[in-house]
């Protein structure tokens, strides 16, 4: 009868065991999976484009609280908060530039003034002054315009979901660029949407954005040089030049699948 008494009452204390065993095992495989993310901070060899204004990477990951202000007033919703596989980085915002690219909808960088710790750097006020990445023709086979040919309807289909200020349409408000038909016989909308290369028009023309002439960009991003011709065609090949900010706007409008374009994390001082 005792011997019964007493397997009954080591019952509990059993299950007990074996829930705390559990949690420790899930516990330990969580914190085992973020320091997975240690090791490529550590070597340098994260690749997230950050939103303008970003440290150094080990800075910049030092000196964000994760708040999420940042993404909260981007007019284009281009920042989001990274996940677990990250590691170290959880919770950091980046751009996702194929996806949702910045476009210097707010011309003030919002994500700058909104961020507490200067983890975004409040050092600089406009546009042309980010350094985010700088944009490399990856898959020049690819290009449109290398091959002559132009872009008729949208630019990524009728089910992309991102988004673009169109100033001819409403200089505030971003429209979704399913929505923005386009007819060109030779793309180039790497730089008709370039937003360092609109500035520049804007300037040139006499209308800086909200008048003010420091946004006007002291050096161009990208334009498209002769390449020759192709079945009686010309033919265009894009050119990245030093004003290129790497906001990622012509990697996300390159009608081309996969995009022609990616971003060069590794050759702004931003992401070293």
Not at 103 to 111: A, H, I, K, N, V
Not at 120 to 134: D, G, K, S
């Amino acid at each position: 009868m005792a011997d019964k008494d007493n397997t009954k009452a080591a019952a509990p204390v059993d299950l007990q065991r074996r829930k705390f065993l559990r949690t420790l095992a899930l516990a330990g495989g969580l914190v085992g999976v973020s320091l997975l993310g240690l090791a490529p901070v550590a070597l340098g060899r994260v690749r997230r484009l950050r939103p303008p204004g970003a440290l150094l990477e080990r800075e910049f990951l030092a000196s964000c609280i994760k708040c999420g202000q940042c993404v909260q007033v981007c007019p284009v919703e281009a920042i989001s908060l990274a996940d677990i596989a990250d590691g170290v980085g959880l919770g950091t915002p980046f751009i996702d530039p194929r996806a949702q690219a910045c476009d210097f909808s707010c011309d003030g960088l919002q994500c700058v003034l909104a961020c507490p710790t200067g983890a975004l750097t409040h050092h600089i006020n406009y546009p042309h002054e980010a350094e985010m990445a700088v944009a490399e023709v990856v898959r020049s086979d690819l290009c449109l315009a290398m091959r002559g040919e132009g872009v008729h309807g949208p630019a990524r289909g009728v089910d992309f979901k991102g988004v673009l200020r169109y100033e001819e349409i409403d200089r505030w408000h971003a429209q979704p660029v399913a929505e923005h038909v386009y007819d060109l016989d030779v793309c180039d909308l790497c730089v008709r949407q370039c937003p360092i290369e609109i500035r520049i028009a804007q300037c040139n023309a006499g209308n800086p954005p909200a008048g003010d002439e420091n946004q006007c960009p002291p050096e161009p991003a990208i334009l498209l040089v002769e390449n020759g011709e192709r079945e009686g065609r010309p033919t265009l090949a894009p050119e990245v030049l030093s004003g290129c900010v790497g906001c990622g706007v012509c990697q996300m409008i390159c009608p081309a699948e996969p995009s022609v374009f990616e971003m060069n994390l590794a050759s702004r001082g931003g992401q070293a």
